[in-house]
Structures are given as C-alpha cells and as structure tokens.
C-alpha cells in the first residue's frame, strides 16, 4: 500500500505557512537556503512554494505499484 506522501502547497502566502507548519505543527525542517523549509513527517514531505495561484500537488509513494493500484481499486 501507501509508504509515503510528497505534497506542495502554493499560495501567495508561503512565507507565513512555512513557519506555521515549522513552530505551531512542530514538524521538524530543513533550510534548503533563503528560508526554503523542507519539513520532515513521518514517511511524507511537505514543501510550501510562494505562488499568486492557490493550487496543491500530492504524490504518493508506494513499494509495488501493480499491487497498489490493484488494492486501491478494489
């Protein structure tokens, strides 16, 4: 099934967000430079991108996708 998640945020106001998820959610995160913040969870990642549109991405990571796909739907 499932192992892992990789999801962004982009919203005009990512630099508000990255220090939310960092101090209020306390996920740990690593400064990737320029306060670029890639936060660590348990088996997922979590990017916050500074854009004018409100969109998200999500992708998931799994370690047979055959069966994945098969369970899913099922």
């Known amino acids: 099934m499932i192992t892992g998640i990789h999801a962004m945020f982009f919203t005009p106001g990512a630099d508000a967000l990255r220090p939310f998820i960092r101090d209020t959610l306390g996920m740990p ?28 991405d999500v992708s998931f990571t799994c370690d047979d996708i055959e069966s994945t796909v098969a369970e899913l739907k099922s």
């Open 29 to 56: 995160a690593t400064d990737t430079g320029d306060g670029w913040l890639i936060f660590r969870a348990p088996a997922a990642e979590i990017g916050c991108h500074p854009d004018e549109s409100v969109r998200h």
